[in-house]
């Protein structure tokens, strides 16, 4: 069992940037393959990025590669998402999650989820 609470939404102006931090219980963090969906309002959810287990290989969806970054740090069961460069596109809720397995196993365990509103 995986219990995941984000942190770090929040407004910020077009062009500003935002931390969003993933903690999760449990001593087996390190073995859950690591994502960050989020969701707008009437939209479905996306995913945004998927971090392996030792962090060796990162994925992006199209419209963030160069502006987001997602990291991981094991030491401190934590993930990381980098945000810069946001429009008001990136509006959203953002989730994590985690599985165990390959990325079709993301979405076993969810965090709550932060708002971030991005104002043009």
């Known amino acids: ?8 939404g929040g407004l910020v102006q077009a062009g500003g940037s935002l931390r969003l931090s993933c903690a999760a219980s449990g001593r087996t963090f390190s073995s859950y393959i690591l994502g960050w969906f989020r969701q707008a309002p009437g939209k479905e959810r996306e995913l945004v990025a998927t971090i392996t287990t030792t962090g060796g290989a990162v994925g ?15 030491s401190k069961n934590t993930v990381y998402l980098q945000m810069n460069s ?4 990136d509006t959203a ?8 397995g390959g990325i079709g196993a993301l979405g076993d365990y969810w965090g709550q989820g932060t708002q971030v509103t991005v104002s043009s």
Not at 60 to 74: A, E, H, L, P, Q
Not at 86 to 89: F, I
């Open 60 to 74: 992006y969806r199209d419209s963030v590669k160069g502006r987001f970054t997602i990291s991981r740090d094991n």
């Open 93 to 100: 809720v953002y989730y994590c999650a985690a599985g165990l």
């Open 86 to 89: 946001l429009g008001p596109e």
């Open 1 to 8: 069992q995986v219990q995941l609470v984000e942190s770090g």
